[in-house]
């Protein structure tokens, strides 16, 4: 009886020998455990445009290296020297741009070179960015990023062309500001000693007096008087002032304001509501600058 042959005898260019080899080349390979839909996604968009995962276990592809800012493409040196590399990186950065292109057609190639550039031409970071957010999102990201290059970069054309330091602007800034402050004290000091045209209301009845209340000489203590006598009818020291109330409804409240002193209030009423508004800001300012003891 004759023998058959086993499998292990069939010669390679057998049918069995290369049935076999198919069923071994399309056994599909299991996917691991530890990989999410995010990346499966995105391994997906990388074999459909034909990229490898080449990355070098930073998440940058080898083969496609490129350090650049918003705008600008700086090629490193490869081991080619010449003005080849410069093409060549260029080349490749074009080209992992319209590969993003072909997977996002409503992001353009203008827009992905630019996100490259931001990434260090790293692809698999840029589509996962895409991915995980939208195309909306990243070119939002995009124009905010160009937006603070650009503000940067004026800042420091202007530093330069003026010849101050950002220590220079600094000190020239509160320079500005301190020559300001006195500029103001200046002026609440000259509306104080000048003094505010008003009615004063009387405590006991509706009656009113015009009077002309004012700030003394060393800012510790007002006073008002009548408009045709020289003498100060009450002074009251400045510390004594507790409140300032506006609007208060003895008289229209536009025109009224009233001090609060720790004795009795001082109701007064003014002919306008900017004459008001001055007087209530003038001493406003005095009572802060004598509490912070400025004025001793």
């Excluded at 058959?4 to 057998?14: D, E, F, I, M, N």
């Excluded at 009224?256 to 001493?283: I, K, W, Y």
Aim: hydrophobic share 30%; with cysteine.
């Amino acid at each position: 009886m004759q023998r058959k042959p086993s499998p292990s005898h069939l010669s390679p260019s057998s049918p069995g020998h290369r049935m076999r080899g198919l069923k071994s080349k399309s056994k599909p390979t299991p996917t691991s455990p530890g990989r999410n839909t995010t990346q499966i996604d995105r391994d997906h968009q990388l074999n459909a445009i034909g990229v490898a995962d080449s990355s070098n276990g930073n998440g940058i592809v080898q083969s496609d290296r490129i350090n650049g800012s918003v705008g600008t493409v700086h090629p490193t040196h490869s081991k080619s020297k010449g003005s080849n590399s410069s093409s060549q990186a260029s080349s490749a950065f074009i080209s992992n741009a319209r590969k993003i292109n072909e997977v996002y057609p409503d992001f353009s190639v203008e827009e992905a070179e630019t996100l490259l550039q931001m990434h260090n031409n790293d692809i698999q970071k840029c589509l996962t960015m895409i991915l995980e957010n939208s195309v909306t999102f990243v070119r939002k990201y995009i124009a905010e990023a160009h937006a603070r290059a650009v503000v940067q970069s004026l800042v420091v054309k202007d530093s330069t062309q003026s010849g101050f330091t950002p220590v220079d602007d600094q000190n020239a800034g509160k320079k500005i500001a301190d020559e300001e402050k006195k500029a103001y004290e200046a002026k609440m000091k000259r509306a104080l000693q000048k003094g505010f045209l008003c009615y004063k209301h009387a405590l006991s009845s509706s009656k009113r007096q015009r009077r002309y209340i004012y700030v003394t000489s060393d800012f510790k203590h007002f006073a008002w008087r009548a408009l045709t006598k020289s003498k100060d009818a009450k002074t009251f020291a400045v510390s004594d002032i507790q409140r300032i109330e506006n609007g208060v409804s003895f008289a229209d409240d536009r025109l009224t304001v009233s001090l609060q002193l720790t004795t009795r209030p001082v109701n007064l009423e003014f002919e306008d509501q900017g004459t008001r508004d001055a007087f209530v800001e003038a001493f406003t300012w005095l009572l802060k600058a004598t509490l912070d003891g400025h004025l001793s």
